[in-house]
């Protein structure tokens, strides 16, 4: 298939990475029609703030400084992280993150998409692909359950599963000045909390709890004003006094996306659509970021629309697969948290900041010397 002199492009899901592929492709083809379809209002969103590591929009810097510049301006930093176990706060130093809220990220994106006349249309939602025929490339950003994964199915080699562990995003005033993990053991079993700012007096709340507990706690048959009222009493000490605040915060079971290919056809995956990455790692959203930017350099570099699908695939594969193996360790780590939870505090702490499996002892000393200090002194 050869590029058409306008060519058409629809897009679904005016998520991160739909709406920054749209721009990216605009800015790059002024001439292109782009569109971008989305089902939801353009402020539905949920989840309060998003996490990146310290470092993880530096990506950004060296080709669309503009873009890197209007989202960092809104960002929460810090250079600690912080374990609470059994009431005694661990500091791990060197290990920064930055946060910005949800909707805050998406309103910054869908105006650099329309700085470059994208096309998104939103309250959208597209019910078959064949919808899209007069598209000469269809991608689907349309996240978990993105329906052009689920038509190509068998052609893609998708799969989905679930973690058995449930976990529900809340909000909260309470200010948290690094992000911060609560370890909990309540009447019902193990619960954790992954909390942190992402404005000024905003804070996420993550609530964690595995299988077991959450069916003792009674938390299926739990309205979400009743789990949230549960769960403030859970981590009342962390929470200081402040309440809880709900938004769509239903108890969900993480998903695991995968698929052997990225494209079939017209057709290419991007984001939630293609792969996922657990939320304790901080990096879903730089990820769909990345393979926006990965996707436009091939469709750019390309003459041919299937090389260009294939050279996207060939040149992030192997990077995106080496973020996800440590995403999943790290998810693995959160499903046996209360099993951990038993350790002395020392070993936990280590076993947390190893869990991903790109992190060791000498690395770590150079990252965090005051936490490694505390650590083998610990030990002895």
Not at 249 to 278: C, E, M
Request: some cysteine; hydrophobic content about 45%; aromatic content about 12%.
């Amino acid at each position: 298939m050869r590029y058409k002199p306008r060519m058409r492009i629809a897009i679904l899901g005016a998520g991160p990475a739909g709406l920054y592929l749209s721009y990216l492709i605009k800015r790059r083809e002024p001439d292109a029609d782009v569109t971008v379809f989305e089902q939801n209002p353009a402020d539905a969103t949920f989840g309060f703030g998003v996490v990146f590591s310290d470092r993880a929009l530096e990506f950004l810097r060296e080709d669309d400084e503009e873009t890197y510049a209007a989202i960092v301006l809104h960002m929460e930093t810090w250079r600690d992280i912080a374990l609470v176990l059994r009431g005694e706060r661990i500091v791990i130093d060197g290990i920064g993150f930055a946060a910005i809220g949800r909707l805050r990220l998406l309103q910054l994106l869908q105006a650099r998409a329309a700085s470059a006349r994208v096309t998104v249309v939103y309250g959208c939602a597209v019910k078959s692909l064949g919808e899209l025929a007069d598209f000469d490339l269809v991608v689907g950003a349309d996240g978990v359950n993105s329906l052009v994964r689920k038509t190509f199915a068998d052609r893609f080699g998708a799969s989905l599963g679930y973690l058995s562990n449930r976990f529900a995003w809340f909000g909260t005033a309470k200010r948290f000045e690094t992000l911060t993990q609560t370890f909990v053991d309540s009447d019902w079993g193990a619960f954790n909390a992954h909390h942190y700012r992402y404005e000024n007096d905003k804070s996420t709340f993550i609530v964690e709890t595995d299988a077991a507990t959450f069916e003792r706690a009674g938390l299926a048959a739990m309205t979400e004003r009743g789990a949230k009222a549960l769960c403030e009493r859970i981590f009342a000490e962390a929470l200081d006094g402040e309440a809880l605040i709900s938004n769509n915060s239903i108890w969900r079971q993480f998903p695991i996306v995968h698929n052997k290919r990225w494209s079939h056809g017209k057709y290419v995956l991007l984001g939630d659509a293609l792969h996922t990455a657990h939320f304790s790692i901080g990096s879903g959203t730089r990820l769909a970021l990345e393979d926006a930017m990965a996707l436009n350099k091939a469709l750019a570099a390309q003459k041919n629309m299937s090389e260009a699908l294939a050279a996207y695939e060939s040149s992030r594969r192997p990077v995106l697969e080496k973020l996800v193996a440590g995403a999943n360790g790290s998810a693995d780590w959160y499903q046996r948290f209360a099993a951990h939870m038993k350790l002395p505090a020392a070993d936990f702490a280590m076993s947390y900041i190893t869990r991903s499996g790109r992190i060791d002892i000498e690395r770590l000393r150079r990252l965090s010397p005051k936490f490694v200090d505390w650590y083998e002194k610990a030990r002895i």
